[in-house]
C-alpha cells in the first residue's frame, strides 16, 4: 500500500507503521552509477592482475586460451554481478555510489533488502541494464524509459526484485527568522556590529530558524551560549532587562539590513560606472 503526497511516497509496512520516503530519480541514481562504475573498474583491474599472477605461476602446459577465456569471465561475473549483490545485502542496500549519494534500496514495503532482493538488480543489470548484455541497443532505452515514466523511479530490476531507491539524507527547509522587534529598533541601528563574523552570525540564524525542533534543557543551553557571545561581542550592551531571544532576533535582523543596504549600494555604483 503506498500514498502518494506532494512527490514523496509514503508506505505503509508489515507492521501497519507509515514510512514518508522520497524516491531517487534518474540525475541521483546516474551519479551513484558512475562512481559504482568506477569502484567496479578499480576492482576489475585489480583482479585482472591477481589473475595474471596466478596463471604465470601455473606450469607452461596448464596456461592456454581457454583457461584464459574462462578466467576473464568468471571476473566479469564476479564484479558485475557478485560485487554489486554482496556489497548492497552487507551494506543494507548502499553501495559506494549510493553511500556517497545519499541513497538505499529498501523494499516495497520499506524493509530492508536481502541478498535475493540484491542478487536480482544485479543479474537484471549485467543482462539488460549496465552492461547489458542483451540487446544493449534496445534494452537500455527500454530501461531509461521505465525509469522515466515510473512515478517512484524504478528501474527493470527494481520491478523484478520488488525494491525502490530512495534518498536518506534530506534538504532541510531554510525557515524565515522573526522580524526586528521595535522596542529594539533603536538600539540595533546604532550598535557595533563589526566583532559579530559571519559564523556566529550563521550560528544564531540557523538557531533562530530550528529551535522549535530542539527539545530542553537543549534548547535553553544552546540558546544561552549563543546570546552570551552575541551580547560579548556587540558594542553597546543591549537595553537592560532585554531577553536573550530578543536580542540575538534584533542582531540578525540588523545584520541583514546592513547586508541589504551594502549590495543596494554596491549595485548603485556598478550602474553609475557603467553609465559613465
Do not use: C
Amino acid at each position: 500500500m503506498r500514498i502518494v503526497l506532494t512527490g514523496r511516497v509514503r508506505l505503509v509496512n508489515a507492521e501497519a507503521v507509515e514510512i514518508d520516503v522520497r524516491p531517487a530519480r534518474l540525475g541521483s541514481r546516474a551519479l551513484a552509477l558512475m562512481v559504482d562504475i568506477v569502484m567496479q573498474v578499480l576492482l576489475g583491474l585489480v583482479l585482472l592482475i591477481l589473475s595474471q599472477v596466478a596463471l604465470s605461476a601455473l606450469p607452461p602446459w596448464m596456461r592456454d586460451a581457454a583457461l584464459s577465456d574462462t578466467v576473464l569471465r568468471v571476473v566479469l561475473v564476479a564484479v558485475v554481478l557478485l560485487y554489486p549483490a554482496l556489497i548492497e545485502t552487507f551494506t543494507n542496500g548502499r553501495s559506494v555510489g549510493k553511500l556517497a549519494v545519499g541513497l538505499r534500496v529498501i523494499r516495497e514495503d520499506g524493509g530492508p533488502i536481502r541478498f535475493r532482493h540484491s542478487f536480482t538488480r544485479a543479474l537484471v543489470g549485467l543482462t539488460v541494464e549496465w552492461p547489458g548484455l542483451l540487446l544493449p541497443l534496445v534494452t537500455w532505452v527500454v530501461s531509461l524509459g521505465t525509469m522515466l515514466s515510473s512515478r517512484r523511479g524504478r528501474r527493470i530490476g527494481d520491478l523484478a526484485a520488488g525494491t525502490l531507491v530512495v534518498h536518506v539524507r534530506r534538504p532541510d527547509p531554510w525557515r524565515p527568522v522573526p522580524p526586528m522587534p521595535i522596542h529594539l529598533a533603536e538600539w540595533a541601528a546604532v550598535a557595533d556590529l563589526s566583532a559579530m563574523d559571519d559564523e556566529l552570525g550563521l550560528a544564531v540564524r540557523q538557531y533562530l530558524s530550528r529551535e522549535f525542533r530542539f527539545r530542553e534543557p537543549h534548547r535553553a543551553s544552546l540558546g544561552a551560549a549563543l546570546a552570551a557571545e552575541v551580547t560579548a561581542r556587540v558594542s553597546p550592551a543591549p537595553p537592560p532587562g532585554t531577553q536573550p531571544w530578543f536580542m540575538m532576533v534584533a542582531v540578525t535582523a540588523e545584520r541583514r539590513r546592513r547586508a541589504e543596504l551594502q549590495v543596494t549600494a554596491g549595485r548603485a555604483l556598478t550602474g553609475r560606472i557603467w553609465s559613465g
